[in-house]
DNA sequence: AATCAAACCCAAACCGCTTTGGATGCCGCA
DNA sequence: TGCGGCATCCAAAGCGGTTTGGGTTTGATT
């Protein structure tokens, strides 16, 4: 069923019909209703190709996933801040186009989806330092929102991030007021910008204490359970352990408590710990007691954000470049508890 | 620069331009080569929307994600599925549209990406007994392939799994050579198919060996970590608690090694832990020596076989239903050993 | 009664490509 | 010389909507 035969069998134009569906004014109400009547009985449903090419919008936003030798994008939280985008998009009736590329073939992805005109915009997924991809876009013209900011950037541009320096920094002091004094930082990877902030948040707590750095004490790695174990090994072992860490996520932090308990200590007791808690749908931090103690921000929230966002730059183009800036809860857990003396 | 304004500059029409680009036969090799150089030198690439509504076709695949207040289909193993179905459309020129939508919308999101020719053809994730997508699917005549198998379902489709029976039959079989007698199964939910079948594996090789099942040994719950310590937990405080216990994930798994430590037992040496392992990128079972005995299938492989069935089944749709079953290899890792005595 | 503006509807162009159904020119062969 | 056949190319008709630029009525105003 398509809008011809609608619009015979109504005895109407395909012009009145297609305007009664689109809400516009140039038309009786009465046919209005007698349209939609139809349409719904009939169950038409416009085709999105005609659609698309008609009005020359794409109805749908893409998010570029390098396949990675560099970085594994393709991760638990990635999964669940698509899934919180995508239900923005289903609101609005837009699609969800996802790429997965290898590396090098990022930068002819995006050109491919403006020149092909497949998405009005994108999102742009953990940004590094001085990120490629940011120019990138202007040059081709490509509405986007980033996902974290690019320190470096000079161009102006769209984003909506955690605030991870202030979430560190607070986590810190935390610490510090429980008589903590060697903290170590089990970061994730510094190039990408969160990590290179987090770091920034735990350095300015420390300095602001007094507390000289001790680069024994950092880490950085993928956020993985087997990178964590062993960063919290090595530091451990250290001759001067560290009484308390600071984790980049839940997986990381996993691996932290193994590591721990491996050598017969307490987390919690012995060791604190606090993570940074992405609030994933399935990786709840604990129930009623969160296992672990956490700066916490939903990356689902931020997801479903990050694509309202992009949504309103799309249909307003003209107004200047948004920003936010989520403010992570810091939430006590049983892993976290005054220094052991 | 679209076809036209080409077809032009060269001084040829449109569908000469066109049938050059698309390898026709009946085009002059030397105008062809002229219209491939002049299409690379003006970076032609034609408008992806008109080439639909032209062919009909979509060249897109949808994924439909109920976003779950039955069950959280948003989980890391569904992530790396998706990579991996993404790495074949992308080599295939075919878009990938990812669709998160109410539980209840669901049907309505498959009739509509049919009636609107927003897809050719899609993934039907996580099947459960009778499951009522494969008839929808089949009345709307949308082509599918599921990830997974639909016992209970009479009509024939397209499917690609594992074989989850085989798999802990053979995990069974293992730990009952190891001398172990009381195993506990922490399945996943079991309206699913998956854990149908592996709880068939796991009484099937019981009920081989004599072995009576013990209803308060079985488990069934969402493969998440709490999930998973909670039920080996209770599993532990039996008065005659397994000495084994299958996990039905990675992430339960962690649960499961959580709940035996916090009891100062050693996995491997006290309880003996078996998991199936999806080979997740970013959560590596172990490098060297795994850290988890396990039945290890790689979702992400599974997700580009089953995007590339579908790609054969939208290309050749007269060929009758394709079925493939991966086996899982049985890997051998730190956290199984012989039965304490 | 003539005029004019709303209100309502339609025909036709258009979006940018594919594909059908010829047209044209050239060559070989009877 | 005439004709069939092949190699090349093209005009025009879709695909299924939206949108432009009018046409008719109708009713109120002068």
């Given amino acids: 069923m398509n809008l011809k035969e609608l619009s015979a069998k109504l005895g109407l134009s395909p012009t009145t019909v297609s305007r009664a569906l689109n809400g516009y004014p140039e038309v009786n109400e009465a046919t209005r209703e007698r349209v939609m009547a139809a349409a719904k009985r009939h169950n038409y449903r416009p085709n999105t190709r005609a659609i698309r090419l008609a009005t020359g919008r794409a109805m749908a936003v893409g998010h570029v996933i390098p396949i990675a030798t560099r970085h594994e ?43 092909k005109g497949n998405v009005d915009g994108v999102i742009v997924h953990a940004p590094r330092m001085n990120d490629p991809r940011i120019p990138l876009l202007h040059e081709i013209g490509m509405p986007f929102v980033v996902h974290g900011r690019a320190t470096g950037t000079e161009l ?70 087997i990178s964590g174990y062993r960063a919290a090994k090595s530091l451990l072992t250290l001759p001067k352990p560290p009484t308390a860490i600071l984790a980049a996520s839940m997986i990381s932090g996993m691996g932290v408590r193994r590591a721990i308990e491996e050598r017969g200590l307490v987390m919690g007791r012995d060791v604190s710990v606090i993570i940074h808690d992405d609030d994933l749908s399935y990786m709840k931090n604990g129930e009623d007691l969160p296992l672990f103690t956490a700066t916490r921000s939903s990356v689902r929230e931020a997801g479903r954000l990050a694509a309202e966002m992009l949504l309103n730059v799309i249909a307003n183009p003209a107004a200047g470049p948004q920003h936010r800036l989520l403010e992570a809860e810091l939430i006590i857990g049983q892993s976290s508890g005054p220094v052991p003396r």
Same sequence: chains 1, 2.
Avoid at 93 to 104: A, G, N, R
Avoid at 158 to 166: F, G
Wanted: glycine share 6%; with cysteine; hydrophobic share 40%.
């Fill in 73 to 115: 994008i393709v991760n638990p939280v990635f999964a669940d801040f698509i899934a919180g985008a995508g239900e923005t998009y289903s609101r609005n009736d837009y699609d969800m186009l996802l790429s997965v590329v290898p590396d090098e073939m990022e930068e002819d992805t995006y050109r491919n989806l403006k020149s």
């Fill in 156 to 225: 102006p541009y769209c984003w909506l991030d955690v605030n991870n320096r202030r979430a560190f920094q607070r986590a810190t002091e935390f610490l510090l007021d429980l008589g903590h004094v060697r903290l170590g930082l089990v970061n994730g990877l510094e190039f990408m910008d969160f990590a290179i902030r987090r770091r920034t948040g735990y350095t300015d707590a420390l300095r602001d204490r007094g507390i000289a750095l001790d680069p024994d004490l950092m880490f950085s790695s993928e956020m993985t359970e």
